[in-house]
């Protein structure tokens, strides 16, 4: 009985404090009006900047003096239906800044409709409020819901007055194509302008421009939003060297079947982020694949030769996945090798990693990759021999496993599986012989 009666005291108290805060807010916000509207009716009545010598926040309200006195010079119609936002019988906005706003807009574009005309929202909220009076007072034309989204960035302090974006928005309220602003980072046509209006609806004003670009090269809409999503970074993006030969592939092959589509368009975009996470198997964290192929590029090829890449991409991804990591390989005591014959230098090393381990299956057209579970255990050590030509340039021979606990080499290729050349059993020979371990089969005659 008694817990019962703390509970009800509680629960009492909770209600109480409750009403309380409601009382307070709704106080606090009739003052705020209040004050607001004794300010607008000093603030219409002042002649000069000393009026305000008594007023706390004083540069605020200068600066609005200053805009409403600007307007009053220079056009006496903008003049005069700003006066009408003022002398509104409450105050539209709680706060000065949007009455500076305001000015600020009615100084770069005339009004098109009469503030009488204005329906004013039932929202309270000083930033839809500002919208719906903008818009109705200064937008005569039809605009890109992109560019409409540059409103809300201005009124929430994320957009100065003198910035490309607010130019922008004042040069297309007046009718005026994107196409013809001076200045513009990316190119755009008449073709780009029409298209602009359809962008996606999330969509920031350059992402648009990019969309509505890459929609005037005959691009479909959910394929062009999902390249502006995925690779877009500012107007100097990282996929500009590359996605015209994209778009060209795909309007070479317009009857692509949709989940070859998917598949290429999911494969481009790992390679050119340099990789993917993937969910492992009995883990929450996720790890990262990094990309095989990042210097991919579409010029010359077919669906069928894209597609060969693409899966050997999808298989790599799997033994990541079956393999449990990303992942490091445990490295072998056996030492590397530089072999010097005349001017050749061959190479011989460890192959450490999965991503290098699948490379080395891709060039060499064999199932080395498939052996990631021997060398991520230990059981096994995978090893390239290469030909060094130049800086940053090299030639694969061939692809050799040794046994770790009894450092033997159980098997060695070339490309395609093909069998060892003399000179590459030579070089074998050199390396078995210096790290001391046990071939059978291999280079013997």
């Known amino acids: 009985m008694a817990n019962k009666k703390k509970r009800i005291e509680r629960e009492l108290t909770l209600v109480r404090d409750r009403e309380l805060l409601k009382n307070r807010f709704k106080t606090e ?44 010079n220079s056009s006496l119609k903008k003049y005069q239906t700003y006066l009408k936002i003022l002398k509104h019988p409450r105050p539209i906005f709680s706060k000065i800044y949007f009455y500076e706003k305001m000015a600020t807009a009615f100084i770069n574009q005339a009004p098109c409709r009469s503030f009488e005309s204005w329906k004013m929202p039932k929202s309270k909220d000083d930033n839809v409020l500002f919208k719906s009076l903008f818009c109705h007072l200064l937008i005569a034309y039809k605009i890109p819901l992109a560019v409409e989204n540059i409103i809300d960035e201005y009124v929430r302090f994320f957009l100065t007055d003198d910035c490309r974006e607010i130019e922008i928005l004042f040069h297309m309220i007046k009718g005026k194509g994107i196409h013809k602003f001076p200045r513009l980072k990316l190119e755009m ?23 509505a670009k890459i929609r005037s090269m005959g691009i479909s809409y959910s394929i062009a939003a999902k390249l502006v999503d995925n690779f877009y970074i500012g107007i100097r993006t990282e996929w500009l060297v590359w996605y015209d030969d994209f778009i060209f592939f795909l309007n070479r092959f317009p009857t692509i079947d949709q989940g070859d589509l998917k598949k290429i368009i999911d494969f481009i975009i ?17 790890a990262w694949v990094p990309a095989l192929f990042p210097e991919f590029k579409f010029k010359g090829r077919t669906i069928a030769s894209v597609l060969k890449y693409v899966e050997k991409w999808r298989a ?77 340039k090299m030639k694969r021979l061939i692809t050799i496993e040794v046994i770790e606990k009894t450092k033997m080499i159980e098997q060695a290729s070339g490309n395609s599986n093909r069998d060892l050349n003399e000179m590459e059993k030579k070089w074998l020979k050199a390396w078995v012989e210096k790290e001391g371990l046990v071939c059978k089969n291999i280079y013997d005659d």
């Open 316 to 392: 790599y991804v799997q033994l990541a996945k079956d393999a449990g990591v990303g992942g490091e390989f445990k490295i072998s005591p056996i030492q590397s090798m530089r072999i010097t014959q005349g001017k050749r230098l061959i190479r011989i090393r460890q192959i450490t990693n999965l991503k290098n381990l699948a490379l080395e299956g891709n060039k060499m057209n064999h199932c080395v990759a498939t052996y990631a579970g021997e060398c991520l255990s230990g059981t096994s050590s995978i090893w390239s021999m290469n030909e060094i030509l130049a800086v940053g």
């Open 189 to 211: 046509n008449s073709k780009m302008n029409f298209l602009l209006n359809h962008a996606p609806q999330h969509f920031s004003l350059p992402k648009a421009m990019w969309w």
């Open 29 to 72: 916000k009739q003052k705020r009006k209040d004050g607001q509207k004794t300010f607008l009716e000093t603030f219409l009545k002042s002649e000069k900047p000393n009026d305000f010598n008594d007023i706390p926040r004083k540069g605020e309200y200068l600066f609005l003096f200053r805009r409403v006195r600007y307007l009053k």
């Open 270 to 286: 790992a390679q050119k982020k340099n990789g993917v996470n993937i969910h492992l198997n009995d883990c929450e964290e996720e």
